[in-house]
T-cell receptor, first 116, second 111 residues
Framework: DTGVSQDPRHKITKRGQNVTFRCDPI?????LYWYRQTLGQGPEFLTY????????KSRLLSDRFSAERPKGSFSTLEIQRTEQGDSAMYLC??????????????FGPGTRLTVL | GEDVEQSLFLSVREGDSSVINCTYT??????LYWYKQEPGAGLQLLTY?????DMKQDQRLTVLLNKKDKHLSLRIADTQTGDSAIYFC???????????FGKGTRLSVIA
Protein backbone atom coordinates (compact mmCIF):
# COMPACT_ATOMS: atom_id res chain seq x y z
CA ASP A 1 0.00 0.00 0.00
CA THR A 2 1.41 3.38 -1.00
CA GLY A 3 -0.39 5.55 1.52
CA VAL A 4 -3.31 7.95 1.38
CA SER A 5 -4.18 9.10 -2.13
CA GLN A 6 -6.27 12.07 -3.22
CA ASP A 7 -7.78 12.99 -6.55
CA PRO A 8 -7.54 15.39 -8.25
CA ARG A 9 -4.31 17.02 -7.11
CA HIS A 10 -5.34 20.36 -8.53
CA LYS A 11 -8.74 21.82 -9.38
CA ILE A 12 -9.51 25.20 -10.90
CA THR A 13 -13.14 26.18 -11.03
CA LYS A 14 -15.31 29.22 -11.49
CA ARG A 15 -17.25 30.72 -8.65
CA GLY A 16 -20.65 29.10 -8.29
CA GLN A 17 -19.63 25.72 -9.68
CA ASN A 18 -19.75 22.48 -7.70
CA VAL A 19 -16.61 20.43 -7.10
CA THR A 20 -16.00 16.97 -5.66
CA PHE A 21 -12.77 15.56 -4.26
CA ARG A 22 -11.93 11.95 -3.54
CA CYS A 23 -9.75 10.43 -0.84
CA ASP A 24 -8.58 6.80 -0.66
CA PRO A 25 -7.24 5.98 2.80
CA ILE A 26 -4.61 3.46 3.74
CA UNK A 27 -6.10 0.00 3.46
CA UNK A 28 -7.92 -1.14 6.61
CA UNK A 29 -7.77 2.27 8.25
CA UNK A 30 -11.09 2.85 9.96
CA UNK A 31 -10.78 6.57 10.58
CA LEU A 32 -10.73 9.16 7.82
CA TYR A 33 -10.30 12.90 8.36
CA TRP A 34 -10.70 15.96 6.16
CA TYR A 35 -8.76 19.16 6.86
CA ARG A 36 -8.47 22.46 5.03
CA GLN A 37 -5.26 24.46 4.80
CA THR A 38 -5.07 28.05 3.59
CA LEU A 39 -1.87 29.88 2.71
CA GLY A 40 0.35 30.50 5.71
CA GLN A 41 -1.85 28.54 8.07
CA GLY A 42 -1.84 25.09 9.59
CA PRO A 43 -4.47 22.53 8.63
CA GLU A 44 -7.91 23.05 10.18
CA PHE A 45 -10.25 20.16 10.91
CA LEU A 46 -13.41 19.85 8.81
CA THR A 47 -14.95 16.45 9.49
CA TYR A 48 -14.12 12.82 10.19
CA UNK A 49 -15.50 9.31 9.84
CA UNK A 50 -15.28 6.05 11.70
CA UNK A 51 -15.94 3.55 8.94
CA UNK A 52 -19.04 4.94 7.16
CA UNK A 53 -20.31 6.98 10.13
CA UNK A 54 -19.60 10.70 10.13
CA UNK A 55 -18.70 11.42 13.74
CA UNK A 56 -18.09 15.16 13.86
CA LYS A 57 -18.33 18.24 11.68
CA SER A 58 -16.48 21.45 12.36
CA ARG A 59 -18.31 24.76 12.38
CA LEU A 60 -16.05 25.56 9.41
CA LEU A 61 -18.10 23.09 7.40
CA SER A 62 -20.91 25.26 6.04
CA ASP A 63 -24.04 23.76 4.54
CA ARG A 64 -22.42 24.05 1.11
CA PHE A 65 -20.00 21.32 2.12
CA SER A 66 -20.92 17.65 2.33
CA ALA A 67 -18.77 14.60 2.92
CA GLU A 68 -19.52 10.93 2.55
CA ARG A 69 -17.82 7.62 3.10
CA PRO A 70 -20.49 5.27 1.77
CA LYS A 71 -18.79 1.90 2.17
CA GLY A 72 -16.30 2.79 4.85
CA SER A 73 -13.45 2.89 2.35
CA PHE A 74 -12.94 5.94 0.11
CA SER A 75 -14.51 9.30 0.94
CA THR A 76 -15.74 12.24 -1.10
CA LEU A 77 -15.92 15.91 -0.17
CA GLU A 78 -18.29 18.04 -2.23
CA ILE A 79 -18.46 21.81 -2.24
CA GLN A 80 -21.55 23.34 -3.81
CA ARG A 81 -21.71 26.86 -5.22
CA THR A 82 -18.03 27.48 -4.67
CA GLU A 83 -16.85 30.86 -3.43
CA GLN A 84 -13.42 32.45 -3.73
CA GLY A 85 -12.96 31.93 0.00
CA ASP A 86 -13.07 28.17 -0.60
CA SER A 87 -9.69 28.35 -2.33
CA ALA A 88 -7.39 26.22 -0.22
CA MET A 89 -5.57 22.89 0.03
CA TYR A 90 -7.93 20.12 1.11
CA LEU A 91 -6.08 17.41 3.00
CA CYS A 92 -7.26 13.93 3.80
CA UNK A 93 -5.76 11.76 6.54
CA UNK A 94 -6.44 8.26 7.78
CA UNK A 95 -5.64 6.33 10.93
CA UNK A 96 -6.18 2.76 12.10
CA UNK A 97 -8.91 3.84 14.53
CA UNK A 98 -8.35 0.80 16.72
CA UNK A 99 -7.55 0.50 20.40
CA UNK A 100 -3.93 0.61 21.47
CA UNK A 101 -1.04 2.67 20.12
CA UNK A 102 -1.05 6.30 19.08
CA UNK A 103 -3.58 6.05 16.27
CA UNK A 104 -1.36 8.32 14.22
CA UNK A 105 -2.91 10.15 11.29
CA UNK A 106 -1.22 9.78 7.91
CA PHE A 107 -1.87 12.47 5.35
CA GLY A 108 -2.39 12.40 1.61
CA PRO A 109 -0.81 14.87 -0.84
CA GLY A 110 -3.86 17.13 -0.81
CA THR A 111 -6.13 18.65 -3.45
CA ARG A 112 -5.42 22.28 -4.21
CA LEU A 113 -8.62 24.16 -5.12
CA THR A 114 -8.55 27.51 -6.86
CA VAL A 115 -11.87 29.33 -7.28
CA LEU A 116 -11.77 32.09 -9.88
CA GLY B 1 -10.39 26.57 23.36
CA GLU B 2 -7.40 24.73 22.09
CA ASP B 3 -4.57 26.78 20.64
CA VAL B 4 -1.10 25.89 19.41
CA GLU B 5 1.54 28.58 18.87
CA GLN B 6 4.80 28.39 16.93
CA SER B 7 7.38 30.91 15.81
CA LEU B 8 7.00 31.45 12.07
CA PHE B 9 10.58 31.39 10.79
CA LEU B 10 13.92 29.80 11.62
CA SER B 11 17.14 30.00 9.65
CA VAL B 12 20.17 27.82 10.37
CA ARG B 13 23.44 26.91 8.69
CA GLU B 14 23.93 23.44 7.26
CA GLY B 15 25.44 21.14 9.87
CA ASP B 16 24.13 23.14 12.83
CA SER B 17 21.30 22.01 15.08
CA SER B 18 17.79 23.43 14.63
CA VAL B 19 15.37 23.87 17.50
CA ILE B 20 11.71 24.50 16.67
CA ASN B 21 9.46 25.48 19.55
CA CYS B 22 5.74 25.09 20.17
CA THR B 23 3.41 26.02 23.01
CA TYR B 24 -0.10 24.72 23.54
CA THR B 25 -2.92 25.79 25.80
CA UNK B 26 -4.93 22.64 26.36
CA UNK B 27 -3.64 21.02 29.54
CA UNK B 28 -5.44 17.82 28.65
CA UNK B 29 -3.36 17.39 25.49
CA UNK B 30 -2.26 13.81 25.55
CA UNK B 31 -0.68 13.27 22.16
CA LEU B 32 1.69 15.74 20.57
CA TYR B 33 3.01 15.41 17.04
CA TRP B 34 5.51 16.97 14.67
CA TYR B 35 4.75 16.97 10.96
CA LYS B 36 6.88 18.21 8.04
CA GLN B 37 5.46 19.78 4.88
CA GLU B 38 7.49 20.42 1.76
CA PRO B 39 6.25 22.88 -0.90
CA GLY B 40 3.04 21.76 -2.57
CA ALA B 41 2.96 18.49 -0.66
CA GLY B 42 0.95 16.89 2.12
CA LEU B 43 2.11 16.41 5.68
CA GLN B 44 4.73 13.84 6.60
CA LEU B 45 4.69 12.52 10.16
CA LEU B 46 8.10 13.00 11.78
CA THR B 47 7.57 11.91 15.36
CA TYR B 48 5.19 12.05 18.29
CA UNK B 49 5.30 12.03 22.08
CA UNK B 50 2.85 11.09 24.81
CA UNK B 51 2.17 13.51 27.62
CA UNK B 52 3.59 11.03 30.13
CA UNK B 53 7.02 11.32 28.47
CA ASP B 54 9.61 14.09 28.82
CA MET B 55 11.82 13.24 25.90
CA LYS B 56 11.91 11.07 22.82
CA GLN B 57 14.83 10.56 20.46
CA ASP B 58 14.62 9.18 16.95
CA GLN B 59 17.85 9.33 14.92
CA ARG B 60 18.53 13.03 14.28
CA LEU B 61 15.30 14.14 15.94
CA THR B 62 14.86 14.86 19.65
CA VAL B 63 11.52 15.92 21.11
CA LEU B 64 11.38 17.58 24.52
CA LEU B 65 8.14 18.09 26.41
CA ASN B 66 7.70 20.43 29.38
CA LYS B 67 4.18 19.74 30.60
CA LYS B 68 4.30 22.38 33.31
CA ASP B 69 4.97 25.12 30.78
CA LYS B 70 3.00 23.37 27.99
CA HIS B 71 6.06 23.66 25.78
CA LEU B 72 7.19 21.24 23.11
CA SER B 73 10.37 21.44 21.07
CA LEU B 74 11.85 19.59 18.12
CA ARG B 75 15.62 19.48 17.76
CA ILE B 76 17.12 18.42 14.44
CA ALA B 77 20.78 17.53 14.71
CA ASP B 78 23.20 18.09 11.81
CA THR B 79 20.58 20.00 9.80
CA GLN B 80 20.76 19.42 6.04
CA THR B 81 19.42 21.42 3.10
CA GLY B 82 16.83 18.67 2.61
CA ASP B 83 15.39 19.59 6.01
CA SER B 84 14.19 22.93 4.60
CA ALA B 85 10.39 22.80 4.96
CA ILE B 86 7.53 23.92 7.17
CA TYR B 87 7.26 22.09 10.48
CA PHE B 88 3.90 21.80 12.23
CA CYS B 89 3.24 21.04 15.85
CA UNK B 90 -0.11 19.34 16.48
CA UNK B 91 -1.96 18.08 19.53
CA UNK B 92 -5.01 16.06 20.46
CA UNK B 93 -6.48 15.37 23.88
CA UNK B 94 -7.61 11.85 23.07
CA UNK B 95 -6.78 9.04 20.70
CA UNK B 96 -8.81 8.93 17.52
CA UNK B 97 -9.71 12.61 17.57
CA UNK B 98 -8.97 15.49 15.19
CA UNK B 99 -5.67 17.27 15.51
CA UNK B 100 -5.20 20.95 16.33
CA PHE B 101 -2.25 22.41 14.43
CA GLY B 102 -0.05 25.43 14.87
CA LYS B 103 0.61 27.76 11.94
CA GLY B 104 3.92 26.11 11.22
CA THR B 105 7.58 27.14 11.40
CA ARG B 106 9.38 27.65 8.11
CA LEU B 107 12.91 26.26 8.44
CA SER B 108 15.49 27.56 5.98
CA VAL B 109 18.85 25.80 5.86
CA ILE B 110 21.71 27.83 4.45
CA ALA B 111 24.48 25.88 2.74
Amino acid sequence: DTGVSQDPRHKITKRGQNVTFRCDPISEHNRLYWYRQTLGQGPEFLTYFQNEAQLEKSRLLSDRFSAERPKGSFSTLEIQRTEQGDSAMYLCASSPGTSGGTDTQYFGPGTRLTVL
Amino acid sequence: GEDVEQSLFLSVREGDSSVINCTYTDSSSTYLYWYKQEPGAGLQLLTYIFSNMDMKQDQRLTVLLNKKDKHLSLRIADTQTGDSAIYFCAESPFRNTPLVFGKGTRLSVIA
